[in-house]
């Protein structure tokens, strides 16, 4: 039989003065089972560590040693996925491009010029603004008729190589990636599916992609004239969401999601800023969008180039692809 419903905090406050189990047990009408249980819970989801009395004399058993490395595997998460990431680029570029949902054995040409852009401008930045998985097989959509899906171990392996290409390519540039919706199914069917192997590495997409800084939302230059903000999401949606992102946030702001590569600029009191829509480095007819159902789509294949002077962000400029060719600045960049 359950025992009385027990707030965290009030748990937390009853452990941190007892430090008993069989005690707080009894102070909040729980078994000691139940206690233990949500002892655990509460040290893996809130990232804290709830010591025993019997921790001091070296009395802790298995399931203590495993509440605890469960608790250090929180912490190290939290630290390493950040809430908000901030940088700085005062004088130099950035290589902005969303949405690759990298497919195994598929080389797009966007792709094939974003790691040309990268050797021949040298930027200071990389940002991959989120889905580069695409996670198929992991949706919470059906499949769709008799489709072919592939193996999601084929998807990160197909991600892996696609951003050591970039890696090789932007040599010396600091790599910074935001989480999309997509890349979120990875941590989300896990946690969903197999929350016993949370302690284990190759949880995370993180644990492959080691080199790349991870988090929701990158603030480039903060505080200042050129501050943009880099998420994957735009603020609202619909044909004019990167004019009511930079609008609606009050600095430039750039964002991934809806594939359409475009740049609105918006001017007021205090100064130009522009909204940036950076695209999809994937080809818009291929395997991984079936779901459109051959429809028209009001999507591109490219990215973005930003440029920062003292501090201040210049025009955003686009690789676009059109037809067989990747242009920029109107040169042709591949093939």
């Not at 990389?126 to 008729?145: F, K, T, Y």
């Not at 998420?231 to 009511?244: E, F, T």
């Not at 992102?245 to 001017?267: E, N």
């Not at 009001?298 to 930003?306: K, P």
Request: with cysteine; aromatic share 8%; proline share 5%.
């Amino acid at each position: 039989m359950a025992g009385p419903v027990v707030a965290e905090d009030e748990f937390i406050e009853t452990w941190r003065r007892h430090k008993s189990p069989a005690k707080i047990a009894k102070a909040l009408g729980l078994s000691v089972r139940n206690v233990y249980a949500r002892r655990r819970d509460i040290e893996a989801r809130r990232g804290v560590a709830l010591e025993s009395i019997n921790s001091h004399y070296g009395g802790a058993g298995k399931k203590s040693e495993a509440g605890r490395r469960v608790t250090n595997a929180a912490i190290e998460r939290a630290r390493r996925y950040e809430h908000e990431m901030t940088d700085q680029v005062q004088d130099g570029v950035v290589l902005l491009a969303s949405d690759a949902h990298y497919w195994p054995g598929l080389v797009t040409l966007a792709h094939r010029a974003f790691c040309a852009l990268a050797k021949q401008l040298q930027p200071e930045l990389v940002v991959l603004n989120g889905d580069i998985l695409d996670g198929a097989r992991i949706s919470r959509h059906p499949r769709i008729m008799w489709e072919k899906q592939p193996e999601l171990k084929d998807e990160v392996h197909a991600l892996q190589d696609r951003c050591a290409e970039i890696e090789r390519a932007a040599q010396g540039a600091r790599l910074v990636r935001t989480i999309g919706n997509h890349d979120a199914r990875f941590e989300n069917y896990l946690a969903a599916n197999a929350s016993q192997f949370e302690e284990m590495t190759g949880m995370t997409l993180m644990d492959y992609l080691p080199r790349w800084r991870a988090g929701w939302l990158l603030h480039l230059n903060p505080e200042s004239e050129g501050w943009t903000a880099i998420r994957h999401r735009p603020v609202s949606g619909g044909i004019h969401a990167s004019y009511n992102s930079t609008l609606r946030s009050g600095i430039h702001y750039a964002h991934g999601h809806l594939h359409k590569l475009q740049v609105t600029p918006w001017g007021d009191y205090r100064g130009r800023r522009y909204g940036v829509d950076s695209g999809s480095l994937a080809e818009p007819k291929g395997p991984q969008f079936t779901y459109t159902e051959a429809g028209p789509l009001n999507w591109a294949s490219g990215f973005v180039v930003l440029t920062y002077h003292r501090g201040r962000l210049l025009p955003p400029e686009l690789c676009v692809v059109d037809g067989e060719s990747a242009w920029f600045r109107g040169q042709k960049i591949v093939p």
